[in-house]
């Protein structure tokens, strides 16, 4: 047989989605992949089943239907303060996935170097081999994930090309303050580097804000924000993202999106205008039901020997593992998924070189399934 793509010797597939196989072939509780196990608001299914008898069946424009992008510009507005052209600067696409896929494909060619903070989404390293591109590795320093403002500097002025965010961060939970994103913008200007950021937890935060990179000055024409709305109103299976870019970034994004997937589903736009203009009172709830799991799951961690570290935003809790004895994170999240019945994802998969055995868990879970998970890691300490 003729060899495969060298590219695709690279990385493998997601340790995430192969965990939730792991949960499925061992019927254990999946907290591993982040996804919820309830519906989403029942004024977005009722616009769903009206998109679906509203003829919306053929494709939409490719980079998005006209009535979705105009909700997703208002809202964007409505958050950030900053105005936006839905028909200059939006990209519809199939899930914050692809949108950042495409991004960095339209940003980077091949052999330019990239900013990556480490622990980071496994998707992230993957897409710059996509893109035939070369990441630079920038450490959180734990237990708070911080940056060393003195290594970022060195990073910036190495080369790179973009730079790559997560905030709220996924795995590590951190949401950066807007003197870290000041800090960050004042280096993107001085070295003419592109920021990328995935906000897709942007409404997922606690005790701190979320502070949108592109609306700092200076920003607007050098951030790219890839999101989705796949977390904020639980419709992970619609698969609708979006890139939000000056025309100049827009313009190239499109492009590469067009040949990649044509265009979102159609009728899910049509219902997502709903989802888009839900009141103030529901990020409210949500901050709330969040907070609520968050506590539920932090405490069974505590209880069943695990020194959780609370999220200041997104829906993860990442545990170092090294006072538990562990030192093969991979094998350990086997054994709990096999033995305990609660799935978590290996925390090596996040990080670059640094590594420490640790386990990513999620809380976008219904109560009584955090509840039952919390049952079940009481056992840890008894087998491990």
């Given at each position: 047989m003729l060899p495969t793509a060298r590219r695709t010797a690279l990385f493998s597939e997601s340790v995430i989605r192969d965990m939730s196989r792991v949960a499925s072939e061992h019927g254990a509780l999946n907290l591993a992949q982040g996804f919820p196990d309830f519906d989403p608001p029942e004024v977005v299914l009722d616009a769903l089943r009206r998109?679906?008898?509203?003829?919306?069946?053929?494709?939409?424009?490719?980079?998005?239907?006209?009535?979705?992008?105009?909700?997703?510009?208002?809202?964007?507005?409505?958050?950030?303060?900053?105005?936006?052209?839905?028909?200059?600067?939006?990209?519809?696409?199939?899930?914050?996935t692809e949108a950042?896929?495409?991004?960095?494909?339209?940003?980077?060619?091949?052999?330019?170097?990239?900013?990556?903070?480490?622990?980071?989404?496994?998707?992230?390293?993957?897409?710059?081999?996509?893109a035939d591109a070369q990441p630079v590795h920038l450490r959180l320093h734990g237990p708070e994930y911080r940056w060393d403002p003195a290594e970022l500097r060195s990073l910036f002025a190495s080369g790179i090309k973009a730079f790559?965010?997560?905030?709220?961060?996924?795995?590590?939970?951190?949401?950066?303050?807007?003197?870290?994103?000041?800090?960050?913008?004042?280096?993107?200007?001085?070295?003419?580097?592109?920021?990328?950021?995935?906000?897709?937890?942007?409404?997922?935060?606690?005790?701190?804000?979320?502070?949108?990179?592109?609306?700092?000055?200076?920003?607007?024409?050098?951030?790219?924000?890839?999101?989705?709305?796949?977390?904020?109103?639980?419709?992970?299976?619609?698969?609708?993202?979006?890139?939000?870019?000056?025309?100049?970034?827009?313009?190239?994004?499109?492009?590469?999106?067009?040949?990649?997937?044509?265009?979102a589903a159609h009728p899910l736009q049509v219902a997502a205008e709903t989802a888009l203009a839900l009141p103030a009172s529901y990020y409210t709830a949500l901050r709330e039901?969040?907070?609520?799991?968050?506590?539920?799951?932090?405490?069974?961690?505590?209880?069943?020997?695990?020194?959780?570290?609370?999220?200041?935003g997104a829906y993860f809790v990442l545990c170092d593992l090294t006072h538990m004895g562990v030192s093969d994170d991979r094998a350990f999240a086997l054994w709990l998924a096999r033995e305990i019945g609660v799935a978590a994802v290996p925390g090596s998969s996040f990080f670059k070189g640094e590594a420490r055995p640790s386990v990513r868990f999620h809380f976008s879970r219904r109560l009584e399934t955090l509840r039952e998970a919390g049952q079940k890691l009481a056992l840890v300490p008894g087998r491990i």
């Amino acid at each position: 047989m003729l060899p495969t793509a060298r590219r695709t010797a690279l990385f493998s597939e997601s340790v995430i989605r192969d965990m939730s196989r792991v949960a499925s072939e061992h019927g254990a509780l999946n907290l591993a992949q982040g996804f919820p196990d309830f519906d989403p608001p029942e004024v977005v299914l009722d616009a769903l089943r009206r998109a679906i008898g509203a003829g919306a069946h053929q494709y939409a424009n490719t980079w998005g239907a006209s009535g979705m992008r105009q909700a997703l510009a208002a809202k964007i507005e409505r958050f950030s303060g900053t105005v936006v052209d839905p028909d200059r600067e939006l990209t519809i696409t199939c899930g914050s996935t692809e949108a950042m896929a495409a991004t960095l494909m339209a940003v980077l060619d091949p052999g330019d170097r990239f900013g990556l903070v480490s622990p980071f989404y496994e998707n992230y390293a993957a897409d710059g081999i996509l893109a035939d591109a070369q990441p630079v590795h920038l450490r959180l320093h734990g237990p708070e994930y911080r940056w060393d403002p003195a290594e970022l500097r060195s990073l910036f002025a190495s080369g790179i090309k973009a730079f790559v965010l997560c905030n709220p961060s996924n795995p590590c939970g951190r949401v950066f303050s807007r003197e870290e994103l000041l800090e960050l913008a004042q280096l993107a200007i001085e070295f003419d580097v592109v920021v990328v950021t995935d906000e897709v937890y942007e409404h997922i935060v606690f005790e701190k804000p979320h502070v949108h990179l592109h609306a700092l000055p200076g920003m607007a024409d050098r951030t790219i924000v890839c999101s989705s709305l796949s977390k904020t109103y639980s419709i992970t299976g619609w698969r609708l993202g979006y890139v939000h870019a000056s025309p100049h970034w827009t313009s190239a994004v499109r492009k590469v999106h067009d040949f990649l997937t044509v265009g979102a589903a159609h009728p899910l736009q049509v219902a997502a205008e709903t989802a888009l203009a839900l009141p103030a009172s529901y990020y409210t709830a949500l901050r709330e039901e969040y907070l609520e799991r968050r506590s539920i799951l932090v405490q069974a961690l505590e209880a069943a020997g695990f020194r959780p570290r609370p999220p200041e935003g997104a829906y993860f809790v990442l545990c170092d593992l090294t006072h538990m004895g562990v030192s093969d994170d991979r094998a350990f999240a086997l054994w709990l998924a096999r033995e305990i019945g609660v799935a978590a994802v290996p925390g090596s998969s996040f990080f670059k070189g640094e590594a420490r055995p640790s386990v990513r868990f999620h809380f976008s879970r219904r109560l009584e399934t955090l509840r039952e998970a919390g049952q079940k890691l009481a056992l840890v300490p008894g087998r491990i």
